[in-house]
């Protein structure tokens, strides 16, 4: 059983900068998918960036390509989200989730998507707010 915990989130006004973290409480050496999703409103949920541990290749959504940057220390067990150039829009809950990488893949190149619905660990979340 994997955790997470997010912590990082807060009030901001647009154009700053905020840092999310999700730590890993359960250590694992396992390659993984981990992801930042966000959700505000009444909206669905939208994939944000992922990053694969093995590989520490990374992928964004538009909306925030530019802007966002995800990594990981390895040391802390722990996933970073670093938040540029914030805009009204990003207000939102921010959610960290991961899925192992299949045994099989190996040490081949992986992609590490959006789709929420492979992700089976996900964090509590926290709120990040943008105001103007």
């Known amino acids: 059983q994997v955790q997470l915990v997010e912590s990082g989130g807060g009030s901001v006004q647009a154009g700053g900068s905020l840092r999310l973290s999700c730590t890993f409480l359960?250590?694992?050496?396992?390659?993984?998918?981990v992801a930042w999703f966000r959700q505000s409103g009444g909206k669905e949920r939208e994939g944000v960036a992922t990053i694969d541990t093995g590989t520490d290749q990374t992928y964004y959504a538009d909306s925030v390509q530019g802007r966002f940057a995800i990594a990981r220390e390895s040391a802390q067990n722990t996933i970073h989200l670093q938040m540029n150039y914030l805009k009204l829009e990003d207000t939102a809950n921010y959610f960290c989730a991961a899925y192992t990488v299949p045994s099989h893949v190996g040490a081949l190149p992986y992609f590490c998507g959006l789709t929420e619905n492979v992700y089976s660990y996900w964090g509590q979340g926290t709120q990040v707010t943008v105001s103007s």
């Open positions: 359960s250590h694992t050496t396992r390659r993984a998918c």
